[in-house]
């Protein structure tokens, strides 16, 4: 019955917005008593969520997209559920069927976002070790750096979000959300850390979980600087670290005679 139901109900939305189809509209449409549909689906407000999960890809992706927006505008603190499920078109009851609830929603974003700004490194890697070759690695260093934090920091709205919901880490949830995040950043850039090393673009004697480390804490670093200072160039700053990190910070040889005499 339940599968029958779900089928006249979807046959039903082609004809009508589904905010408008009743309990009773699906009974009549089904040849059954209000009871029954009552009973096999519950209320009507339970439709939405029923449709989505038959179309779980497409729906998932327009709460993800209506969370986005309205965390952009209010932030991830004043946003609430009902204002998501509007901006999306749906009921409460349509974001409760994928998203537990909102930490969910932002940790969904986050992913899909680390996915999409880390999915280029491996051929850029690639790309840089063969301009290494040429005798060119520092610079292809920095242009991989560069095009790195370029990308996490095109959309500005999202390093302040993730900023505004890292001020929410005493949260018992939210804290081990936020570690496990971590674990599984440096997990992803110490494999990169590795190639890079493989491939004579940074030292190998160094652990790669240790640079994997160094890397992600200059990385949110400049991001943090990016939110204070729209206006901030982060590729030329690349340009600019990567040559002091290349070098190291200890004083020249000849530095150090000068300051003695």
């Given at each position: 019955m339940r599968d029958k139901l779900i089928t006249i109900l979807k046959h039903l939305c082609h004809q009508h917005d589904i905010s408008v189809i009743s309990t009773e509209m699906l009974a009549e449409a089904a040849h059954v008593p209000v009871e029954t549909v009552t009973k096999t689906l519950g209320s009507a407000e339970n439709y939405p969520a029923l449709v989505a999960f038959e179309q779980p890809n497409v729906t998932?992706?327009?709460?993800?997209?209506a969370a986005m927006?309205?965390?952009a505008q209010k932030g991830w603190q004043k946003t609430s559920l009902d204002e998501i499920?509007?901006?999306a078109g749906m009921t409460k009851g349509a974001i409760y069927w994928h998203f537990r609830n909102k930490n969910d929603l932002f940790f969904a974003l986050l992913d899909a976002r680390l996915q999409r700004n880390t999915s280029p490194v491996p051929e850029e890697i690639k790309q840089a070790i063969i301009k290494g070759q040429t005798g060119e690695a520092m610079p292809s260093v920095a242009d991989l750096?560069?095009?790195?934090w370029s990308r996490c920091s095109a959309d500005r709205d999202w390093p302040r979000l993730y900023l505004e919901v890292m001020s929410h880490s005493r949260d018992p949830e939210m804290a081990q959300r936020l570690q496990t995040l971590y674990e599984y950043i440096w997990q992803m850039s110490t494999e990169f850390v590795k190639t890079m090393q493989a491939g004579g673009l940074t030292r190998n004697d160094i652990?790669?979980?240790?640079?994997a480390m160094l890397w992600c804490a200059i990385f949110d670093g400049v991001m943090l600087a990016a939110i204070a200072n729209p206006e901030l160039d982060v590729s030329q700053l690349a340009h600019e670290f990567i040559p002091i990190l290349w070098q190291?910070?200890?004083p020249s040889s000849t530095q150090g005679e000068n300051n003695e005499s």
């Open positions: 998932r992706e327009r709460i993800l997209s927006c309205v965390f499920a509007a901006a750096f560069g095009a790195a652990p790669p979980q240790t640079l190291g910070l200890a």
